[in-house]
């Protein structure tokens, strides 16, 4: 990613470099090559399901919705199974996705020939993380996976998610904070996009709660980011409604 994005500046201009807001300009990850495997299987899971009445966008965080590790807090292929597979639902989460990857992505055809009834779209977290893109640029990054997926599929009423709570530093908490507030404040009256910040359904008083996390488990373990078993069903529950209303 860090090679793309320095080749990404090195090619332009100073002065269009001082323009370009990198969370909301397509970037491949196509010299990893897990991530080009991974793209491929993607658009063969299109072509072969064309009627599919939800897709899922993401990251990592989305593409844990296939995770069935057996060992109960990562076992969420049975929640997918049970709240979007009766939809022949499609999941496109790729691990460690930015905004301009997703926007990548559906620029290239990821979405071409659906026609979905429900988009649901999760990006973000990775926004904060290794590119350390702050809340000004992921904003505008995230509303341009909107505007894409919009124009992409029409017919698709989009669900977007905030960006998740972790437990990563405080930095990474603000900026979750920030972008959560603008985008909730953007779409309050939109009539394509419905916004829901899940975030307190992986909170305890108040405070993100790791034990709702898969990454603790890991061995080293990792920062909570990644939701287990009980917190993606707490958040499949609490977009049922939403999903009942626009999905037939």
Known sequence: MRRLLTTLALTLPLAAQAKVNLAEAPIDRLNLPVWHQHWDASLEDARTHPDAKIVWLGDSITYYWQRHGGHGYDDILPIWNQ???????????????????????????QVEGLHPQLAIILIGANNFGKVHWDAAMTIPGIEAVVENTHRRLPGAHILLLGVLPSIRSPWVDAQTRTTNAALAQHYADSQTVTFMDVGHLLQTDGHTDPTLFVDPHLNPPDPPLHPDAEGMRRIAEALAPVVREYVR
């Open 83 to 109: 709240y979007y597979a009766p939809y022949g639902a499609l999941d496109f989460g790729f691990i460690g996705d930015t905004t301009s990857s997703l926007i990548w992505r559906l620029d290239h055809g």
